[in-house]
């Protein structure tokens, strides 16, 4: 409980003094030396273990690899063949389409869902805690354990939904990871899981709102529905811009949860981070893994650019 | 003055350290802790075999063992040749004999048993150095094989009763198998156990062996239209056949081989093709042994339902890395020794084909009625190759083994995926 009231005390005062920005620049930056100091050994971190292999990942992709840790037997011939192959590759394809689909998925459900349990949350005065760690309890729980913990509810002979519906009449048992249903199957763990981490961001936007304009809104007569419509989403938007772009960037990285579900693309549920994995870990095809790598991180930057643009931030 | 006495005792504190840390050497030898990756680990039958023989070497020599074994999966043999590559290889290495341990043994990295059997003439001289598992590099041995393997086909007896059926015997042909697996399907059942999806390298083996022998089974296709090439092809075939007359469990497609084999133990499906490290799974995953049995693959063509796949596909490595350090030496040569004695085989080993030249020590009065039968299919087995995949990287497998449901649903044409691996195999 303490431990998740800091949690909101630390996303609170982070959007307070992201107002504030100009005034904490005039005092705290005056002196630079003690700011080096603090910063040189992170920047020195982020070379060494992220920028340098980010470029090393790029040059790797025009090699040829031929399992992890081996040394490159030199370039591909054409050097660029590895993303040529990539647009005739079927599975890459289907990767890239259940990746879109994950996104529309994370934004709709998981940012949705969360607005509205944020909403419902704010509004109650009893038990709003409670809520609180409910919603947010399944974000401790690691992906790995949310899989097996999903597999044995969607498992064919003996699974929870199976036995569930037997009960209630069905004679058949459902193959809930066959191809017809395979992506809804991974998609509603991911989205499960991520609602509560955009419940606390939206709530913790929630608490910043002025109780004096909802009581200005009462006296004015305006209904619970009219003060949610007219106050709380246009002064939630920026928070929830916020919450879109980590969404869209999220969802393009989502691995764990869906490996544990259907490893090696199962029933066609490749998403672009369990189709680089596979090529790293199981095919040895390291140079393709690092080309669809960088794939990943040139839609990261597209999407990202397009969601800021779609959603721009405003100032009130 | 004060700083001439810190002087003088901090000399006099340097140099007594010097003589203990001397004296202490040329005293009493020290006893060595060598490093050991095995694959002896997680659910691997042998795992608790292999810590108690780890402790009692450890009491016996005085030295210790660093260990860092984990379950073998690709993730495994990727971190173990990411590890020799990086310089950070063990001392002493539990590994695959084939493809796998190429980049291992051609980078000189391990000692091959001559070089060691140069210093240390008794090195692994209860085995029988033809059956020690040579390297496809420069086929000379490397390793020290412990427990070998054999595949056979698993059957629930109460499943076969209860559909009317005989149990596979030696004579069984694949005609009449697929007339038994039909009366099965009709009586309810799930013919044959098996998740295409994860595991479909049993049937893969068996399936082409069907349409090869014994001595043309083990090796790789030239092109499809080579005999092995339309092996394989015939082979997969016969796969996507018993997919489509529904031999396999419903979500054979999307189950794992956990489900698939739990159906099997559960009384749900009545055949399941594994390996003889299966013998001790079922064993814990039952209080019903006696409702379980292993028999012959029923055969076709030239290949006759007793000729059965197996193998030593694993041993003992000494690094090179050892070898050269004086103190490692001979500690990763006793603890190799020391695993790989008549004795120790012996209760590794149990069921399992060895290299043994006195063969294997087993109590069968200790044996579970499924051992005896594994024991009973060996000895009756008219002849034995190698699973061929051992052979085919990883990477070149991928069309018929990550690629099997897109074959048997017909979405990917088999010919093609077996051009694919051979396009694979040449790169």
Known sequence: ?316 | MKKLIALALAGAMVLSLAACSTGGNSAKPKNTTINVVTTYAGNDGNAQNYQDAVAAWEKESGNKVNDASATSDESFKARVLTDFEAGSEPDVLFFFNGVDANPIVSSGKVVSIDTIRKEYPDYASNMKDGMMGASPVDGVNYSVPVNGYWEGMFVNKKVCEAAGVEIPGADTTWEQFLDICQKIKDAGYAPIAASLATVPHYWFEFTIYNHLSTTTHNVLPTGVDSVQGKGWIAGLGDIKTLYEKGFFPDNTLTGTDDETVQMFIDGKAAFLIDGSWKVGGIESATDDIDNFTVTYVPGMGDRKSTDIIGGLSSGYYITKKAWDDPDKRAAAVSFVSYMTSDEMVSKFAQVSATALKKGVTVDESALSSLAKDGLKMIAGATGMTGAVQDQVPTEARVPVFDGMPKLVTGEVDITEAVQQVLDLLKK
């Open chain 1, 1 to 316: 409980m303490g431990l998740l009231q800091q949690y909101y005390d630390i996303i609170a005062k982070a959007l307070y003094y992201e107002k504030k920005g100009d005034i904490m620049n005039s005092v705290l930056y005056k002196k630079k030396f003690p700011l080096l100091v603090f910063l040189i050994p992170a920047f020195i971190f982020m070379i060494v273990f992220l920028y340098i292999p980010f470029f090393q990942n790029i040059l790797n992709s025009f090699k040829n690899i031929s399992g992890l840790g081996t040394a490159a037997t030199g370039y591909n011939s054409p050097w660029y063949s590895n993303y040529v192959e990539m647009f005739n590759d079927a599975n890459m394809r289907v990767a890239l389409r259940n990746t879109f689909l994950m996104i529309i998925a994370t934004v709709v459900f998981e940012v949705g869902v969360a607005l509205i349990l944020a909403l419902l949350v704010d509004n109650i005065k009893r038990g709003a805690k409670f809520y609180r760690i409910v919603y947010f309890f399944p974000i401790v729980v690691s992906a790995t354990a949310l899989g097996l913990l999903f597999n044995l509810i969607f498992l064919y002979d003996k699974g929870m939904l199976n036995q569930l519906l037997e009960f209630f009449g069905k004679s058949s048992l459902t193959d809930w990871k066959s191809k017809a249903l395979a992506i809804t199957t991974m998609m509603i763990p991911v989205v499960w899981q991520y609602v509560g981490f955009y419940f606390v961001i939206l709530i913790t936007g929630l608490n910043n709102i002025p109780g004096e304009l909802y009581e200005a809104a009462a006296i004015d007569g305006a209904s619970r529905f009219q003060r949610v419509k007219f106050i709380t989403l246009p002064l939630l938007f920026n928070v929830m811009c916020t919450c879109v772009v980590l969404a869209v960037t999220g969802a393009l990285k989502v691995f764990d949860l869906p490996w544990v579900m259907f490893p090696k693309g199962m029933s066609d549920t490749w998403l672009t981070g369990t189709y680089m994995y596979y090529h790293a870990f199981n095919t040895n095809n390291v140079d393709y893994s690092s080309a669809i790598a960088v794939l990943i991180v040139v839609l990261g930057i597209i999407l990202s650019k397009v969601v800021n643009t779609v959603f721009k931030e405003k100032d009130y």
